[in-house]
């Protein structure tokens, strides 16, 4: 998910059965969020959630 027009965002991750592992709120950035590091996630299937004031986007994620 790239060019977010939003001067926040909030990032929310689920594993295949819908359980939350992640969420956290950022301010607008140009920088790269770095999943693996940030969520301590481990190799899998996942759901990641953007959600601005104005939309939501979701995209399936398989971490290796």
Do not use: P
């Amino acid at each position: 998910i790239s060019k977010i027009q939003s001067n926040y965002f909030t990032v929310r991750i689920y594993n295949i059965l819908g359980k939350e592992l992640f969420s956290k709120k950022y301010n607008k950035t140009n920088e790269t969020i770095n999943f693996g590091k940030e969520t301590g996630l481990s190799s899998g299937t996942y759901f990641v959630e953007v959600r601005t004031e104005k939309d939501t986007k979701r995209v399936q994620l398989v971490k290796r």
